[in-house]
């Protein structure tokens, strides 16, 4: 009898010992809170990242694409279900420093509809949070803009969030038409190769922030990230603040706006055709750094100047260029139809 009450009082003992902590289990964090994309930021902690600094979007009422997307959950091709406003988030810790969270938002479109369009378009904006005891103590460090990202006419850009006033809570960001490139600052959206406008514009009502996880672990049944249908699946594997490029931001007054990657400027320049355009805007203000200096409203309209100026003349030159070669195409099929002047 003795030894029964002893097994049951060791029994008993066991079942109320408080659970271990589940360390190093997937889709957890060391202290069991849910962390699905297992990057060690929980998901309620990116979840209320995401919205206080969420970006008031302003996009053009003109848009053939009309607004941002929303994806069909758990298909391996992106399938729009509606143009309804929705972006998709992501958080992660920035490497090295576990107190800094980098934040995307992604505005994903049925179509991209500038020239040489085409099926689907993946753009975002980011920004770099230093977090502190609470979400209420966090505060933006850095936002960035992507405007044509990984190609010759990249435009992308970043600034400190002081300079936009955007450090307790989310930025402007200005979508050009069609294209979706993203801009800091509407004067900004000229400043591209040529394509980019921001015209007629009217703030977008955000239906929803839907967390896309990371590449190898998607939230919410967004398999369709990884598609090779779009180049989602790189903007999410990489950072947007590497320590250069913050570095060349510190370097320059808190007033500018800086390129992301202004060793492609010059070329920029060389495809419009406007060495005293684009060519300037991008050395003529403080130096090849800058695109932007927000202090200066002037210096700003002049850009702006600069760059209809640039867009008229090629329109112009793109015109008489067309013409020149439908005459001559028109030439070339009377010579082989035996028709001479």
């Known amino acids: 009898m003795i030894l029964e009450r002893l097994r049951a009082a060791i029994v008993l003992g066991f079942l109320l010992l408080p659970l271990p902590e589940s360390y190093g289990l997937p889709g957890t964090g060391k202290t069991g809170v849910l962390d699905t994309d297992r990057d060690g930021l929980s998901d ?27 994806f069909l959950e758990g298909a391996r091709s992106p399938t729009v279900v509606e143009d309804d406003g929705t972006i998709y988030g992501q958080a992660f810790p920035r490497k090295g420093r576990p107190s800094e969270v980098e934040l995307h938002y992604y505005h994903l479109w049925r179509r991209d509809c500038g020239e040489m369009g085409h099926r689907l378009d993946a753009e975002h904006v980011s920004v770099l949070v230093r977090t502190g005891a609470s979400i209420a103590d966090a505060k933006a460090l850095y936002w960035y803009a992507a405007a044509h990202e990984d190609t010759i006419c990249d435009a992308s850009h970043l600034a400190r969030a002081a300079t936009l006033h955007a450090e307790e809570h989310g930025g402007t ?27 007629r514009m009217k703030p977008l009502k955000t239906k929803q922030i839907i967390n896309l996880g990371e590449v ?26 590497p320590e250069m490029r913050v570095a060349r931001v510190e370097r320059l007054p808190e007033t500018d706006i800086v390129w992301a990657n202004p060793a492609k400027r010059p070329a920029q320049a060389t495809i419009l055709g406007a060495n005293a355009g684009i060519g300037g805007a991008a050395t003529g203000i403080r130096a090849t750094d800058t695109a932007l200096d927000v202090a200066n409203s002037s210096t700003s309209s002049a850009l702006d100047t600069t760059a209809g100026k640039t867009g008229k003349a090629l329109k112009t030159s793109s015109r008489n260029v067309w013409k020149a070669v439908k005459k001559s195409v028109q030439k070339t099929g009377e010579v082989l139809h035996g028709k001479q002047e």
């Open 44 to 70: 309620r902690e990116e979840s209320d990242l995401l919205e206080r600094f969420a970006p008031l979007f302003m996009i053009s009422r003109d848009d053939c694409s009309d607004r941002p997307a929303q």
């Open 173 to 199: 960001i200005w979508i050009s038409e069609g294209k979706h490139a993203s801009f800091l600052s509407e004067a900004m959206c000229t400043h591209g190769c040529g394509g980019d406008r921001c015209a």
């Open 216 to 241: 190898d672990a998607p939230m919410n049944g967004m398999v369709w990230l990884n598609s090779i249908e779009w180049s989602l699946s790189s903007k999410l594997s990489r950072s947007d603040f």
